[in-house]
Structure formats: structure tokens, C-alpha cells
């Protein structure tokens, strides 16, 4: 069992959980994930890890409340325990000998995008961070950008944060200005991350993404989170999550995102009729 020993509500759909995991911290990089089981008879889902310290055996985690299993999950609290929590998988985002990167997060990507960029900023890369939200109120982890970026860009999809637009709307910007980046690294919304690298690829920048497809084992056995990367198979668990953004086939991962939706939204539904029967009882 894994307990929790913070909760914090990051927003009205986002929380962070610091959880007592030891020998998941001693080993955990920037770019893995943990695949978690609420109860005995619950999935398994994948969260990237958002956050560690071997030193006090703890990982960070970020998640949204999308489906059943979150919804589960954030009905926890402090003090109560998580039952399996498998990690760190996946291969660690390369993080060394690069000068000058610019890490774009999209919505709840950011809690991706937070660990690679603190990891480039402790390997001495200067970091610029360019952030988006559809409005102010869903804005998370600007603080934590701040300290380990030398400048943020935050923009909103109804201009409530200041400024609107998209993060290609500034990552463009910021290119005819003439910064030149040695790599950028997307992490948020498949077609976000699409439109990133339509763009980078047009001024042969190096592009690295985070895929996040659907993911059963993490262990490269069930097959269900493959992609096409440069015409071959990859799995995300084993081969990534991080990618070449230019070779992924994001139109053939955008279709297999949806093959379970309509299950996912029954499980959602039964999960909120279950949590209503638990409340009236």
C-alpha cells in the first residue's frame, strides 16, 4: 500500500497527490510514468510522474479527473492509501548536453512537461517555457515554471491570462524573432502536439513529444498503447513515451484515442451512480 501524504487541488478538475513511494523515488527520472491500481478489482492507468525526491521516498503525481479510475482515485485523502503503484516505467527524456530548449505544455500536459524542464534546467539548458489553457481558471504550475525556466509565455484560448491564442501562435513568434532552440519538446493534447511539430518541421527544428495512448500493462506485452513512428510499430510503454515528433503518425493516434470512449463514458456514468447510492446511504 502507498500512502498519501499531501492532496492538493490544482484546479476544478486537476489534482496533486504526494505519495510514500521509496523505491519508485530512488530510481524515477524526468519523462517516466507509474501505473497505479486504486482497489483490487480497479484498472490500471498510467500517470506520468510529475515530481520526485529520493531523499524523502516520495513521487509526485498529477492527474485529471476524466474517468472512473480518477474520479476513484481523487475521492481519496490524505492518509489513505493507494493499492498498487508500479514504476518508474518507461525511458527516462534526454535531458543532457542540450543548450537551449523550448518545452511547450498544453492543459494538464504541463504536469508532463513540469519534471522534463526542471531536469534541463538542473543539466544547465536554458529554458524557455511556453504554456496553454483554455481559460485562466484551469492554469496550473506557473510558480514552479518561473524557477526553472528563464522565461514563461502563458497563453488562454479566450485571452483571460492575458494574452490569447496558441502555443504555436508564440513558439512562431518566438522563431521569427530569431531565438533558435536545439530541440522543443511538446507535451499536452495530440492535436496540439500535431500542430507543433507541422510547424517546427517547417524550420527543421528537432521536435520531441510525450505520448500518452491507451496503456494497459506498461510492460510492452499487451500491445495496446503502439503508435507508428517513422512507419514502424513502437510501444510507448518500452519504446518511449518520449518520440520523434516529426516521424509519429498523429492522424492514426488521434483515431485509436477514441476507440474506447463510449466505454469510458459508461464507466464514468456507473462510477458516478455508485458514488450518489454511497453519499444517499
Same mark, same amino acid.
Given at each position: +500500500?502507498?500512502?498519501?501524504?499531501r492532496k492538493?487541488?490544482l484546479?476544478?478538475?486537476?489534482?496533486? +497527490?504526494?505519495?510514500?513511494?521509496?523505491k519508485?523515488?530512488r530510481?524515477a527520472?524526468?519523462?517516466q510514468?507509474v501505473?497505479?491500481?486504486?482497489?483490487? @478489482?480497479?484498472?490500471?492507468?498510467?500517470l506520468?510522474i510529475?515530481?520526485? =525526491?529520493?531523499m524523502a521516498g516520495?513521487?509526485?503525481?498529477?492527474y485529471?479527473?476524466v474517468?472512473? %479510475?480518477?474520479m476513484?482515485?481523487?475521492r481519496l485523502?490524505?492518509g489513505d492509501?493507494?493499492l =498498487?503503484?508500479?514504476? $518508474?516505467?518507461?525511458? $527516462? /527524456?534526454e535531458v543532457?548536453h542540450?543548450?537551449?530548449?523550448?518545452?511547450?505544455?498544453?492543459?494538464v500536459?504541463?504536469?508532463?512537461?513540469?519534471?522534463?524542464?526542471?531536469?534541463? &534546467?538542473?543539466n544547465?539548458?536554458?529554458?524557455?517555457l511556453?504554456s496553454?489553457?483554455?481559460?485562466?481558471d484551469?492554469?496550473?504550475?506557473?510558480e *514552479?515554471?518561473?524557477a526553472?525556466s528563464? %522565461?514563461? &509565455?502563458l497563453v488562454?484560448?479566450d485571452?483571460?491570462?492575458?494574452?490569447?491564442?496558441?502555443? %504555436?501562435?508564440?513558439?512562431? *513568434?518566438?522563431?521569427e524573432q530569431?531565438?533558435?532552440? @536545439?530541440?522543443?519538446?511538446a507535451i499536452? $493534447?495530440?492535436?496540439m !502536439?500535431?500542430?507543433?511539430?507541422l510547424?517546427t518541421?517547417?524550420?527543421s527544428?528537432k521536435?520531441i513529444v510525450?505520448m500518452? $495512448?491507451? +496503456?494497459i500493462?506498461?510492460?510492452? !506485452?499487451?500491445?495496446?498503447?503502439?503508435l /507508428?513512428?517513422?512507419g514502424? !510499430?513502437?510501444?510507448?510503454?518500452v519504446?518511449?513515451p518520449?518520440? @520523434?515528433?516529426?516521424?509519429?503518425?498523429?492522424?492514426?493516434a488521434? /483515431?485509436r484515442?477514441? %476507440?474506447?470512449?463510449?466505454?469510458e463514458?459508461k464507466?464514468r456514468?456507473?462510477?458516478?451512480?455508485?458514488? &450518489?447510492k454511497?453519499?444517499a446511504?
Amino acid at each position: +500500500m502507498y500512502r498519501i501524504l499531501r492532496k492538493q487541488r490544482l484546479n476544478p478538475t486537476v489534482t496533486r +497527490m504526494v505519495i510514500d513511494a521509496p523505491k519508485v523515488a530512488r530510481k524515477a527520472q524526468a519523462g517516466q510514468f507509474v501505473i497505479l491500481r486504486v482497489k483490487e @478489482d480497479g484498472e490500471r492507468i498510467p500517470l506520468t510522474i510529475a515530481d520526485y =525526491d529520493a531523499m524523502a521516498g516520495t513521487v509526485t503525481i498529477i492527474y485529471q479527473i476524466v474517468g472512473a %479510475t480518477t474520479m476513484l482515485l481523487d475521492r481519496l485523502e490524505q492518509g489513505d492509501a493507494i493499492l =498498487d503503484f508500479v514504476g $518508474p516505467l518507461g525511458r $527516462p /527524456s534526454e535531458v543532457k548536453h542540450l543548450h537551449k530548449v523550448c518545452v511547450i505544455g498544453g492543459g494538464v500536459g504541463c504536469a508532463i512537461a513540469y519534471p522534463t524542464a526542471k531536469a534541463l &534546467h538542473e543539466n544547465g539548458a536554458e529554458v524557455t517555457l511556453i504554456s496553454g489553457f483554455r481559460n485562466k481558471d484551469l492554469v496550473i504550475l506557473q510558480e *514552479e515554471f518561473q524557477a526553472v525556466s528563464k %522565461t514563461c &509565455h502563458l497563453v488562454s484560448d479566450d485571452g483571460s491570462t492575458g494574452k490569447k491564442g496558441l502555443v %504555436t501562435d508564440v513558439l512562431k *513568434e518566438l522563431i521569427e524573432q530569431g531565438e533558435s532552440f @536545439d530541440e522543443v519538446i511538446a507535451i499536452g $493534447p495530440l492535436v496540439m !502536439m500535431k500542430f507543433v511539430c507541422l510547424l517546427t518541421k517547417q524550420y527543421s527544428i528537432k521536435t520531441i513529444v510525450s505520448m500518452n $495512448p491507451i +496503456m494497459i500493462d506498461g510492460t510492452g !506485452m499487451c500491445g495496446c498503447c503502439r503508435l /507508428s513512428v517513422g512507419g514502424e !510499430m513502437k510501444f510507448a510503454c518500452v519504446d518511449g513515451p518520449d518520440f @520523434d515528433g516529426h516521424a509519429v503518425d498523429f492522424d492514426e493516434a488521434i /483515431s485509436r484515442s477514441s %476507440t474506447y470512449r463510449e466505454h469510458e463514458r459508461k464507466a464514468r456514468e456507473e462510477a458516478c451512480n455508485l458514488f &450518489h447510492k454511497e453519499v444517499a446511504s
